[in-house]
């Protein structure tokens, strides 16, 4: 294999579970939160920040995605009119600005806010705030969907 077959692979790799779990997050989760009252919703943010916000596993997928199709784009520098250079470099930027970007501008500093209610006297505007989250959710999944197909079609047009 070469260099940017293996790069793109390691980027449909890190993608995929990635894609995966925000399925997961707004598929299933959401649903079940929006159910929730503001006590419960808190409290259940609280137990699964706790984790979520530190495991390995978003930090490999989301470290790999933004790599690896550096390293594609890299080797793939000579043939910049490629289909996979450019479905690469789409993929890449949505990486970026839709998981990157947006973790670290409105996801990170809205779990701040949210993990700082007070279970028992939650703002008046908490739904506003779990909306929030669930739109931020959304903004993720869709990117990292379509980096996922872009990724795994640069792959395939190698």
């Not at 409290?43 to 997928?61: D, I, Q």
């Not at 970007?101 to 505007?125: F, Q, T």
């Not at 931020?136 to 869709?142: E, S, Y």
């Amino acid at each position: 294999m070469t260099v940017e077959q293996w790069a793109l692979a390691a980027s449909v790799f890190f993608a995929g579970p990635w894609s995966g779990l925000l399925a997961m997050l707004t598929t299933i989760l959401h649903p079940m939160l929006a159910a929730m009252d503001g006590r419960d919703f808190r409290n259940f943010m609280g137990a699964f920040l706790r984790f979520a916000r530190k495991a390995w596993f978003n930090y490999a997928c989301s470290i790999g995605m933004g790599v690896a199709p550096i390293v594609a784009l890299i080797a793939l520098w000579d043939d910049r009119g490629s289909a996979s250079f450019w479905l690469t470099l789409i993929g890449w930027i949505l990486v970026i600005a839709g998981v990157y970007v947006v973790a670290n501008v409105w996801k990170e500093p809205h779990y701040d806010r949210m993990l700082a209610w007070d279970p028992e006297n939650m703002p008046a505007d908490w739904e506003a705030g779990r909306r929030k989250y669930f739109s931020i959710n959304w903004i993720n999944a869709g990117s990292t969907w379509a980096a996922f197909v872009l990724f795994l079609a640069a792959l395939l047009a190698l």
